[in-house]
């Protein structure tokens, strides 16, 4: 992937991020900040998930505090271990959703992505090393006075030129709009 | 009890959002969590009048899921709606070819969410 590549990779989280967050009832800044130091992982939820394209793979991983995924939940919470795990489900499907508004941003740039499935776990379990090899973006979007942060890497083949021509690119069927066959 | 529809979404939120939009509207609604326990549940139930499902799910994806129980003859007729963060031509178009009836990128309206039901489906009683 070329530098600029990357930038324009930074880009399109950073928009999904904005489309996204604000519709899974997390209203975040605008602007995020580059996120340099790590991040203090107790009482956050990170949820990831994997993708593949030709040429490329990687993961995006979103760090949450508990207290904000609680107050988003778009159902009425259940007591005890239930809601434990209706916050770890809602954790993956907000990264999920925000994958698949990236995905539909590299695809205005004729790149297909191919997405896993999403995971989620307590933050203290995950260690994160910065590694300039396959970093993309780590930001941080201020929220309701926490923060969220948005962690992307990728590994590509080389300085091989990740882009496609406009030729290529694909539009994405609309949010929320019904498609009948 | 009202239509059966059998919603297939590997994340439990979605399950339970699906399904109280489509149970206070007079459906009865049966869950599954991935493809492969879709397929099943489908199989055991009798007059399934519709059924709502993810694409990207472990074990099994919808499409794939929506392929294999095309080859039956007893699903030939099964009514499909795809219902996904996925809005690229590549999979509408395997969906499309596979048997499904219509597709929505999530986030979804209640309401339209119970339109297409409604369409597709009939009236739940």
């Known amino acids: 992937m070329q530098p600029s590549e990357r930038s324009d990779f930074r880009d399109i989280v950073i928009g999904a991020c904005r489309h996204v967050f604000p519709q899974c009832g997390l209203p975040i800044s605008l602007d995020p900040t580059n996120l340099d130091v790590p991040v203090d992982p107790a009482e956050q939820l990170a949820a990831f998930i994997g993708f593949s394209a030709d040429s490329m793979r990687g993961a995006l991983t979103v760090l949450l505090p508990v207290a904000l995924v609680r107050r988003s939940y778009p159902l009425t919470l259940k007591g005890g271990l239930e809601a434990h795990l209706e916050l770890f489900d809602w954790s993956g499907e907000i990264v999920n959703r925000l994958l698949g508004r990236v995905k539909a941003g590299l695809a205005t740039r004729g790149v297909d992505v191919e997405p896993s499935t999403p995971k989620t776990m307590m933050g203290e379990q995950l260690q994160f090393v910065h590694s300039q090899h396959s970093h993309v973006c780590a930001l941080s979007f201020a929220c309701e006075g926490a923060a969220v942060a948005v962690l992307v890497d990728a590994i590509s083949d080389g300085e091989k030129v990740f882009f496609r021509s406009s030729e290529d690119a694909a539009a994405s069927q609309p949010e929320g709009e019904l498609l009948l066959f | ?125």
Request: proline fraction near 5%; glycine fraction near 8%; charged fraction near 25%.
């Open chain 2, 1 to 125: 009890m009202g239509k059966k529809v059998i919603v297939i979404d590997d994340s439990r939120t979605v399950r339970q959002q699906v399904a109280g939009v489509l149970s206070q509207a007079g459906y009865e609604v049966i869950e599954a969590s991935d493809g492969v326990e879709g397929a099943e549940t489908i199989d055991a139930t009798k007059d399934v009048a519709m059924v709502i499902c993810d694409v990207n799910m472990p074990r099994m994806n919808g499409i794939d899921m929506l392929a294999l129980l095309k080859k039956n003859p007893r699903h030939a007729d099964l009514i499909v709606l795809m219902l996904t963060t996925e809005g690229q031509p590549g999979p509408i178009a395997r969906a499309k070819q596979a048997g499904a009836k219509g597709w929505i990128v999530k986030p979804f309206e209640a309401q339209l969410l119970l339109a297409a039901v409604r369409k597709l489906a009939g009236d739940p009683a």
